[in-house]
Each structure stands twice: as structure tokens, then as C-alpha cells.
């Protein structure tokens, strides 16, 4: 078994990330992108992991990073180097994926608390 792992940072508060992450997962397994978010859809299938954990974790005021740890065993007997390679590629390319969908996301809704004059 190997350990893929990776973050992505975004400016959104850390609530709307952690919903916007069920949003996308569920979007990305069962391929339901409204028009204009097709391009979010990412490679996750229900059976990529065998388990993991997903952890939402402020940076300042207004900055948020999630962090994605996922066991991963290879079910390639010919090459599983090569797949746990391959595996933490697709898993990279998600995170980006999912960064963009929330940041997209966070513009649509104006998730953003308004800042206070100066």
C-alpha cells in the first residue's frame, strides 16, 4: 500500500470549502457538471482508494488549505510503482481541479465575507 498526499490553497472561508468538496466529489463520481463546470470534472471513481482522510485548516484570516492523505493500493502486478506514480499524478491534477470548481464556485455565491471599509 502506498500514501498519496496533497494540498491545495484557496481564498474562500473554511466552510464553503468543506461543502464545496462534497459538492465536487459527488459532481466528479457521478458526472453531474452543471453547464460551464465540465471542465472541473476530475478522475475520481468510488474504488481509487481504500481509504483517507481530508483535512480543511485555515491560514490567516481568509486563507484555506485542504489536505487530501489517501491509502492507495496497486492493482497492477506488472508495474505497481508505475501506478502509485500515476495514481499521485491523477490525485495532483484533482486538487487543481477541485481549487478551480471552488474558487469558481466561491465567485458565483459571493462567498466571500465583504471587508470592512478603511
Known amino acids: 500500500m502506498a500514501i498519496l498526499s496533497g494540498s491545495v490553497e484557496a481564498d474562500v472561508p473554511i466552510q464553503f470549502a468543506d461543502r ?3 459538492e465536487f466529489l459527488w459532481r466528479s463520481l457521478y458526472g453531474n457538471f452543471a453547464k ?9 471513481t468510488e474504488t481509487d482508494a481504500d ?3 481530508v483535512k480543511f485548516e485555515t491560514e490567516g484570516e481568509r486563507l484555506v488549505r485542504v489536505t487530501v492523505e489517501v491509502d492507495y ?11 502509485v506514480r500515476l495514481a499521485q499524478t491523477r490525485l495532483d491534477r484533482d ?5 478551480d470548481f471552488l474558487v469558481h ?3 458565483q455565491e459571493s462567498c466571500r465575507p465583504s471587508q470592512p471599509s478603511a
Not at 460551464?36 to 475520481?44: A, D, H, Q, R, T
Not at 493500493?73 to 501506478?83: C, K, L, M
Not at 486538487?95 to 481549487?99: G, H, N, S, V
Request: charged share 25%.
Open 36 to 44: 460551464g463546470f465540465g471542465e472541473y470534472s476530475s478522475s475520481i
Open 51 to 53: 481509504s483517507g482522510t
Open 95 to 99: 486538487l487543481a481541479k477541485y481549487r
Open 73 to 83: 493500493t496497486p492493482r497492477s502486478q506488472s508495474d505497481p510503482q508505475a501506478e
Open 20 to 22: 464545496e468538496w462534497s
Open 105 to 107: 464556485r466561491c465567485e
